[in-house]
């Protein structure tokens, strides 16, 4: 005998992860519905040539049947819905839609919904795959060269009577014309210049030109724009551009006393503490450089041993993120709309790590380590001015520390993940590591 509380339902399943579930609803309970919501309006219903309260049922089936009928089905459809997905054990995911199937003089009510569904799958082997984890130490050349590079990024300058050289700064103005012409192009001239020789900002033989130059000199410089030069109709032409030198300034480094100490926090200018606290940076940033090679080494073996299908509505909504992340930083630049494709790759990623972990964290019952979690935040407010006040704001809302939790639980992941596989040690200098770009 069939189970008389089951709901009469049909699942198809279509291309990919996309489902289409069929959803027959009893038509004596849509028109018992019907009926009632008719006699319930026949109270408050007004209609010209009728009573309050006297209007025959037949002509307010014949005014309000078809609305009626539509309200009541889409509440049905709504609240059956729900029911037939756990009946048949669907998790959906994205935005369903629904199509209708009805016939009132048959007695017919059925919906259809289609929509996608998480793709099922078990976590692939890990063994036999390595990962190389940086062994890096901070040496005190490596301390001595970033504190140089502290006091390039402070480095002032100071006119001299000299010719000019690489690392100078000039003050100019130049005009330059295209090979045949004898207006400058749009854009081609500027007044008041500030150039540093070397620093790579003027097209190819612009700066070398201007080496051996003197205070009140004029050159000519007869030079090319690149065959990849941003401006099309500026690409590969030949140019001439006179330059007249208003002032050469060299480069002054600060002395490393007291008070560039003080420049960086050090209140009483104690050099030994300056130096301490900036290998403290130093080890930070290098910790954080470490985890992260190790983590994208991680993730990537995670995507390659698990190789799923993706619901594409997971997708479109990624893209939409990644839009709106773009939008949000670039705010006060002008508005232009990027197609999704150049988010797509990344937007598919993202998805398939995201259902990967999940997988992963499911299958090992994982839960965000409080003591992780405590250093986490503890690491964070560390670099704050008031690290309590850090520790405090995290700790005092629920929706802020689940930020860290959830980088916690990920990096619970990756050591699941290196339990599995063989870990190989890569000895490398800091600067190979960091690269030059390090900051304290």
């Given at each position: 005998?069939?189970?008389?509380?089951?709901?009469q339902v049909s699942v198809e399943n279509g291309a990919g992860l996309e489902r289409r579930v069929t959803v027959a609803l009893e038509p004596e309970k849509v028109e018992s519905a019907v009926e009632d919501r008719l006699r319930n309006l026949s109270h408050s219903a007004r209609l010209p040539g009728f009573r309050p309260?006297?209007?025959?049922?037949?002509?307010?089936?014949?005014?309000?049947?078809?609305?009626?009928?539509?309200?009541?089905?889409?509440?049905?459809?709504?609240?059956?819905?729900?029911?037939?997905?756990?009946?048949?054990?669907?998790?959906?995911?994205?935005?369903?839609?629904?199509?209708?199937?009805?016939?009132?003089?048959?007695?017919?009510?059925?919906?259809?919904?289609?929509?996608?569904?998480?793709?099922?799958?078990?976590?692939?082997?890990?063994?036999?795959?390595?990962?190389?984890?940086?062994?890096?130490?901070?040496?005190?050349?490596?301390?001595?060269?970033?504190?140089?590079?502290?006091?390039?990024?402070?480095?002032?300058?100071?006119?001299?009577?000299?010719?000019?050289?690489?690392?100078?700064?000039?003050?100019?103005?130049?005009?330059?014309?295209?090979?045949?012409?004898?207006?400058?192009?749009?854009?081609?001239?500027?007044?008041?210049?500030?150039?540093?020789?070397?620093?790579?900002?003027?097209?190819?033989?612009?700066?070398?030109?201007?080496?051996?130059?003197?205070?009140?000199?004029?050159?000519?410089?007869?030079?090319?724009?690149?065959?990849?030069?941003?401006?099309?109709?500026?690409?590969?032409?030949?140019?001439?551009?006179?330059?007249?030198?208003?002032?050469?300034?060299?480069?002054?480094?600060?002395?490393?006393?007291?008070?560039?100490?003080?420049?960086?926090?050090?209140?009483?200018g104690d050099l030994a503490r300056f130096r301490e606290d900036v290998r403290a940076n130093m080890s930070r940033e290098l910790k954080q450089r470490v985890e992260a090679k190790v983590k994208s080494q991680v993730m990537d073996l995670l995507l390659e041993t698990n190789p799923i299908e993706i619901p594409k509505s997971?997708?479109?909504?990624?893209?939409?993120?990644?839009?709106?992340?773009?939008?949000?930083?670039?705010?006060?630049?002008?508005?232009?709309?990027?197609?999704?494709?150049?988010?797509?790759?990344?937007?598919?990623?993202?998805?398939?790590?995201?259902?990967?972990?999940?997988?992963?964290?499911?299958?090992?019952?994982?839960?965000?380590?409080?003591?992780?979690?405590?250093?986490?935040?503890?690491?964070?407010?560390?670099?704050?001015?008031?690290?309590?006040?850090?520790?405090?704001?995290?700790?005092?809302?629920?929706?802020?520390?689940?930020?860290?939790?959830?980088?916690?639980?990920?990096?619970?992941?990756?050591?699941?993940?290196?339990?599995?596989?063989?870990?190989?040690?890569?000895?490398?200098?800091?600067?190979?590591?960091?690269?030059?770009?390090?900051?304290?």
């Open positions: 005998m069939r189970d008389q509380t089951k709901m309260g006297k209007i025959p049922l037949k002509i307010l089936r014949l005014r309000y049947g078809e609305p009626i009928r539509s309200e009541v089905l889409g509440e049905m459809m709504q609240s059956s819905f729900a029911e037939a997905l756990i009946q048949e054990g669907l998790n959906p995911v994205g935005k369903p839609s629904f199509a209708l199937d009805m016939n009132p003089v048959a007695g017919h009510y059925a919906y259809t919904a289609t929509f996608e569904v998480l793709p099922e799958f078990e976590l692939g082997p890990l063994a036999g795959n390595s990962v190389k984890r940086p062994v890096v130490e901070v040496g005190d050349e490596d301390l001595e060269a970033l504190i140089q590079r502290l006091r390039e990024q402070r480095k002032t300058f100071l006119d001299v009577d000299r010719p000019a050289q690489m690392g100078d700064r000039l003050k100019i103005s130049f005009s330059g014309t295209l090979a045949g012409e004898t207006e400058p192009f749009p854009g081609g001239t500027a007044k008041d210049l500030f150039l540093m020789l070397g620093g790579g900002q003027m097209i190819p033989g612009f700066e070398a030109g201007l080496v051996g130059v003197t205070v009140g000199e004029e050159r000519v410089l007869e030079l090319s724009f690149p065959d990849t030069y941003h401006a099309e109709h500026l690409k590969g032409k030949p140019a001439s551009f006179t330059v007249v030198v208003h002032a050469v300034a060299e480069p002054q480094l600060p002395v490393v006393d007291e008070e560039f100490a003080k420049a960086f926090g050090i209140e009483d997971l997708i479109a909504d990624e893209i939409q993120s990644l839009k709106e992340q773009m939008r949000n930083n670039m705010r006060g630049a002008p508005k232009v709309e990027l197609p999704d494709g150049l988010f797509a790759d990344n937007a598919r990623r993202r998805v398939a790590l995201g259902l990967v972990l999940a997988k992963v964290v499911k299958t090992n019952d994982l839960k965000a380590d409080p003591e992780r979690v405590r250093e986490a935040v503890n690491d964070l407010a560390s670099t704050y001015e008031d690290p309590q006040e850090v520790v405090d704001y995290y700790y005092g809302n629920k929706e802020h520390l689940a930020s860290i939790e959830a980088l916690a639980l990920e990096s619970q992941v990756v050591d699941w993940v290196l339990s599995q596989v063989l870990v190989e040690d890569e000895p490398q200098s800091f600067q190979q590591l960091m690269g030059a770009g390090t900051s304290a």
